[in-house]
């Protein structure tokens, strides 16, 4: 006869964990090139944890999440991965320094996107983000964001109420009305179903 004890503590291992209760460690989901994790090679059992480097090579991509938020990284990219607060090791700012970034977040949870021209604060969103030394596209594919240019001078809020609000962050602090290209819903959503949510669109 199972015990009340045992049933409770079996059942509790079955129940998702709570957003600040789950592990900071990344998980890959999909792999194909050259992706390195600071400086070694990524592989599929990789921990991915604040304070490293992700970088693809010419034909790399990877698909990976870290807790209830999803990722993906285009060739020619280089992400670095940190925490606002040194004691809790939850990835809450990420650094695009080049390439190509997809990511969708956990409702609630605070986030912030550097990129060369443009800071981006987050909260439950999805975005599609490209960044070159001089040039960022951005787009807030769902959710909100609120852009913010390095000097601190301009300041724009992002509400999107169907899909896709995407912004062209220049050299000078402009920040100019872009179309919607370079990614796509079908990648939104598969982000969305790699932590277990529904499609978004």
Known sequence: MTSRRHFLSTFATLLPLPAAAQAPFGVVHEL???????????????????????RTGAGGRVWFSIGADA????????L???????????IDFLRLVTGALGATFQRGSRRT????????????????????????????????????????GIVENVAVATAHQARMMMTGNRIMRAGFDRHTNEEMARLEALVGRANPF
Do not use: H, W
């Open 71 to 78: 990722y993906f990284l285009r060739p020619n990219s280089r």
């Open 113 to 152: 996107l550097i990129a060369p021209t443009a800071t981006i604060g987050i909260r439950g969103t999805g975005v599609y983000l490209e960044a070159t030394p001089d040039v960022v596209y951005f787009c807030t594919c769902f959710g909100s964001t609120e852009i913010l240019a390095p000097s601190g």
């Open 32 to 54: 194909v090139g050259d992706v390195t994790l600071s400086d070694v090679p990524l592989t599929r059992q990789s921990a991915l944890q604040a304070g490293q480097t992700i």
């Open 80 to 90: 670095r991965l940190d925490a606002s607060k040194p004691r809790e090791p939850i």
